[in-house]
């Protein structure tokens, strides 16, 4: 079983329609969807009119579920899942999940409900939640293979500020694909994980900064 951080700043990417169809041609994966353009509007919002971190939190959200319900309107076989026992049911009906987060993650007060925990974060929270031990994360990142420790995706704002802290807690093996490595999805989830050594992130003790749902 895998959980796939699909990330918003693939929203107006050319080959979306390609990465949606590779989804559903998989089985036992759970799309977790970035915020994209419409948690920018939250930002956009924020700081327009100035309510509070916690506001912005629910917001961004929604925000999160706004694009994953665009996701499954736009690829049949992906159905938005909001619990575990919807995620499972779509699973054995031979669909694709697309978490809606609202509910499950403002359910547990132990999520720091500010910009410090975006999707990525919240994508490691439910590896932890559903006992799943494998975590991909999509993103429209140029990568530097020879870097990929948690100190260069969080310096480099690829990922939020409790991203590291949240794989440390769950310990999911953790990869990271950019616009362009669909072939390199499809030989992951078939297996050929050895070939794919230099996109798994490694972990260090210390952590940055960075604050981007994408």
């Known amino acids: 079983m895998w959980v796939v951080k699909f ?5 107006d990417a050319d080959n979306l329609k390609n990465w949606l169809s590779l989804f559903a041609d998989h089985s036992s994966l759970i799309i977790v969807p970035g915020g994209g353009p419409f948690a920018d509007q939250v930002r956009l919002a924020q700081t327009q009119f100035g309510f509070d971190d916690s506001t912005a939190h629910g917001m961004a959200l929604q925000a999160m579920e706004q694009y994953g319900r665009m996701l ?3 690829q049949p076989g992906l159905n938005p899942a909001a619990d ?8 054995e009906q031979g669909d694709i999940p697309v978490w809606m987060p609202l509910t499950m993650a403002l359910s547990d007060r132990t999520i720091e409900q500010n ?5 990525d974060s919240l994508a490691a929270w439910l590896t932890g939640q559903l006992r799943i031990d494998k975590l991909v994360l999509i993103k429209s990142v140029e990568i530097e293979s020879d870097k990929l420790t948690s100190d260069w995706l969080q310096s480099n704002q690829i990922v939020d500020p409790q991203f590291a802290d949240y794989v440390r807690r769950y ?3 953790t990869w990271l694909l950019g616009r362009t490595d669909l072939e390199n999805f499809d030989r992951l989830l078939r297996g050929e994980m050895a070939e ?6 490694r972990f260090n003790p210390t952590a940055t900064t960075g604050d981007e749902l994408s």
């Open 7 to 11: 990330g918003g700043s693939l929203f």
């Open 171 to 173: 310990d999911p093996q």
């Open 115 to 119: 910009w410090q925990v975006t999707s």
């Open 72 to 74: 499954c309107g736009l």
């Open 84 to 91: 575990a026992a919807a995620i499972y049911r779509t699973l």
């Open 196 to 201: 794919l050594a230099s996109r798994v992130v």
